[in-house]
T-cell receptor
Framework: GAVVSQHPSRVICKSGTSVKIECRSLDFQATTMFWYRQFPKKSLMLMATSNEGSKATYEQGVEKDKFLINHASLTLSTLTVTSAHPEDSSFYIC?????????????FGNGTRLTVT | SQKIEQNSEALNIQEGKTATLTCNYTNYSPAYLQWYRQDPGRGPVFLLLIRENEKEKRKERLKVTFDTTLKQSLFHITASQPADSATYLCALETSGTYKYIFGTGTRLKVLA
């Protein structure tokens, strides 16, 4: 149980275009989802916290207009990288927290490798 | 400022030995600490959670300790196997927010 599906696993896009990444909790409801960015051989950098039905909370230094987050249902959060540039190329990972299960383990998707050319 | 450090970026050990990984933190008072395993190109997978009032937690060949005085957690893998080779991340809960901050990770390689 507790599976998180992230799609797509890889995407290549041209500079200036936008890319949407989906994060779904398949067998549980997730009131909270987290989006991370990971550089090669580095740890996960928390970008934002996504709460169902409300605006996302962004970490310091993360541009909210650049990285649009929508958490419209208890099983789906999306991250849209707008007007992507080569420096946005990275590994993006989402995680989900089961509803009502404070401090239970985080369940992660398998990440999306974004390459902007 | 708040900081989480894992002792070494990479650790090589011989199969059958015990691997010990360290997670040190400053300027935090986490109520919970978790350890995750991450394989290349994949998302992290949860291993163990330990609470601030727990000194030790075990699961099969894994053991975690949590010393809030030293601000340190140790993660042990006994009887290590090549299949244990991966990056191991510690994560601290930032009090009351259900938001975890991750350490820098240690790449463990178990040599056959």
């Amino acid at each position: 149980g507790a599976v998180v599906s992230q799609h797509p696993s890889r995407v290549i896009c041209k500079s200036g275009t936008s890319v949407k990444i989906e994060c779904r909790s398949l067998d549980f409801q997730a009131t909270t989802m987290f989006w991370y960015r990971q550089f090669p051989k580095k740890s996960l950098m928390l970008m934002a916290t996504s709460n169902e039905g409300s605006k996302a909370t962004y970490e310091q230094g993360v541009e909210k207009d650049k990285f649009l987050i929508n958490h419209a249902s208890l099983t789906l959060s999306t991250l849209t990288v707008t007007s992507a540039h080569p420096e946005d190329s990275s590994f993006y990972i989402c995680s989900a927290a089961p509803r009502g299960a404070y401090n239970s383990p985080l369940h992660f998707g398998n990440g999306t490798r974004l390459t902007v050319t | 400022s708040q900081k989480i450090e894992q002792n070494s970026e990479a650790l090589n050990i011989q199969e059958g030995k015990t691997a010990t990984l360290t997670c040190n933190y400053t300027n935090y008072s986490p109520a919970y600490l978790q350890w995750y395993r991450q394989d290349p190109g994949r998302g992290p997978v949860f291993l163990l959670l330990i609470r601030e009032n727990e000194k030790e937690k075990r699961k099969e060949r894994l053991k975690v300790t949590f010393d809030t005085t030293l601000k340190q957690s140790l993660f042990h893998i006994t009887a290590s196997q090549p299949a244990d080779s991966a990056t191991y991340l510690c994560a601290l809960e930032t009090s009351g927010t259900y938001k975890y901050i991750f350490g820098t990770g240690t790449r463990l390689k178990v040599l056959a």
